[in-house]
C-alpha cells in the first residue's frame, strides 16, 4: 500500500494513505512515523483533520495512522462515521488507499472493503492458493465491495 501510494503521489496525484489496520498497524512504521492520533480517534469523535500528515519526502502524499488501540476495531469501524470521513477525503484527494487488517479470519476488512470504491487483494507467490482467493473475492463482493484485481508479492 505504501509503495503503490508513493507511486501515485510520484505522478502528481493527491493521495492519501490510511492505515485502515487498527489491531496491528504498520504503515507508520514506514515513514518512521509515530502511531499518535489517527482514524480511530477520528471516527470516534476525538480528532480532525490535523491528524493527517504530510509526507515531506512526497508532497502529494498524506497519510492517516491507525491511531489510538481501539477496544473493538471491527464496532468502530462499522461506525456511520466511518464512511463519512472517506466521503469527505474524496473531495479533498485524488487517490485513497486504505491498508486493512487480513481478509480471513476478520470482519475489519469487509467493513472497509465495502465503503471503498475498490479493492485490490494481495497474494503471497508460492504461499496463496487459488481456491480461498477466490472464495475471499466472493466473500468481498457479497459485503458490498468492488473487487478490482489482486497483487502478487514475494
Not at 493527517?52 to 473493538?72: D, Y
Not at 480461498?132 to 466472493?138: E, G, I, R
Not at 466473500?139 to 465491495?145: K, P, R, T
Amino acid at each position: 500500500a505504501a509503495n503503490l501510494a508513493i507511486a501515485f503521489a510520484q505522478q502528481g496525484k493527491r493521495t492519501l494513505l490510511i492505515d485502515a489496520d487498527l489491531r496491528q498497524p504498520r504503515q507508520h512504521q514506514l515513514f518512521k512515523l509515530d502511531n499518535g492520533v489517527g482514524l480511530s480517534d477520528m471516527i470516534a469523535g476525538r480528532a480532525d483533520a490535523s491528524a493527517i500528515r504530510q509526507i515531506s519526502a512526497f508532497p502529494s502524499l498524506s497519510f492517516l495512522s491507525a491511531g489510538t488501540q481501539a477496544p473493538n476495531p471491527t464496532a468502530l469501524l462499522a461506525r456511520p462515521t466511518f464512511g463519512q470521513l472517506l466521503d469527505i477525503f474524496r473531495k479533498q484527494f485524488d487517490i485513497i488507499l486504505l491498508d486493512t487488517t487480513p481478509a480471513i479470519p476478520l470482519a475489519d476488512c469487509q467493513i472497509v472493503a465495502a465503503q471503498a470504491h475498490g479493492v485490490l487483494i494481495t497474494t503471497r507467490r508460492n504461499v496463496s492458493k487459488l481456491g480461498p482467493v477466490a472464495a475471499l473475492k466472493d466473500m468481498l463482493a457479497s459485503a458490498g465491495a468492488s473487487v478490482a484485481g489482486a497483487i502478487v508479492v514475494k
